[in-house]
């Protein structure tokens, strides 16, 4: 049974950053890519960044790019997402999923992943 649990979120003043953790279970194989998602309030949910865990390339859609980098750590079968420069508009819940398929822009635009974790919740605000 696969298994996400997205940790690290937590309160940050704009123009800070901060880095949030996906440990994932029940993988069996490494042919799985995870994405990082988010939910702000009264929105639809995006995808801000995916890697492909085989081979380690990644997706980032523009809005973040130069901003979010995700990465992954084998050996503790966990994938991070660092964000800085946050800003306000970057306050929602965050979500880690894992999908059979590789990464792709229109995935993250669709927020089409087949295992979800639960969420974890980023507020940037002074």
């Known amino acids: 049974e696969v298994q996400l649990q997205a940790s690290g979120g937590g309160l940050v003043q704009p123009g800070g950053s901060l880095r949030l953790s996906c440990a994932a279970s029940?993988?069996?194989?490494?042919?799985?890519?995870i994405a990082w998602f988010r939910q702000a309030p009264g929105k639809e949910r995006e995808g801000v960044s995916c890697?492909?865990?085989?081979?380690?390339?990644?997706t980032y859609p523009d809005s973040v790019k130069g901003r979010f980098t995700i990465s992954k750590d084998t050996y503790k079968n966990t994938v991070y997402l660092q964000m800085s420069s946050l800003e306000p508009e970057d306050t929602a819940v965050y979500y880690c999923?894992?999908?059979?398929?590789?990464?792709?822009?229109?995935?993250?635009?669709?927020?089409?992943?087949?295992?979800w974790g639960k969420g974890t919740l980023v507020t940037v605000s002074s």
């Open positions: 029940g993988l069996a194989r490494d042919d799985y890519s």
């Open positions: 890697i492909n865990l085989n081979d380690g390339s990644t």
């Open positions: 999923a894992a999908d059979r398929r590789s990464c792709s822009l229109g995935r993250l635009y669709f927020a089409d992943a087949g295992y």
